[in-house]
């Protein structure tokens, strides 16, 4: 069983950046991909930024530019910077971990609020 816990989430000025953190109970060196997803009241969750075993990444349109994924496979953490972020960035961010036998894991999620 693998858990996900993030952190880093909070409330930020339209402008502003936030670095999330998501910590994983097991090795990620060689996980399929991990990522980022976000959900928003009365939205489906989206995807934010993935990042696969070969350090390839993908990111929505919306957050490309500001956002950028990057895993630390020694602390077996995966973050998430924010930067320039906007109102309607205001989300609850889960974390994605997706191993090579294709089982999905998903953390708590953490809030991300975007107001002056």
């Known amino acids: 069983q693998v858990q996900l816990v993030e952190s880093g989430g909070g409330l930020v000025q339209p402008g502003g950046s936030l670095r999330l953190s998501c910590a994983a109970s097991?090795?990620?060196?060689?996980?399929?991909?991990m990522g980022w997803y976000r959900q928003a009241p009365g939205k489906q969750r989206e995807l934010v930024a993935i990042v696969t075993s070969a350090g390839n990444t993908n990111y929505a349109d919306s957050v490309k530019g500001r956002f950028t994924i990057s895993r630390d496979n020694a602390k077996n953490t995966v973050y998430l910077q924010m930067n320039s972020l906007k109102p309607e960035d205001t989300a609850v961010y889960y974390c994605?971990?997706?191993?090579?036998?294709?089982?999905?894991?998903w953390g708590q999620g953490t809030q991300v609020t975007v107001s002056s």
């Open positions: 097991v090795s990620i060196f060689s996980m399929y991909r």
């Open positions: 994605n971990i997706v191993t090579t036998q294709f089982y999905n894991y």
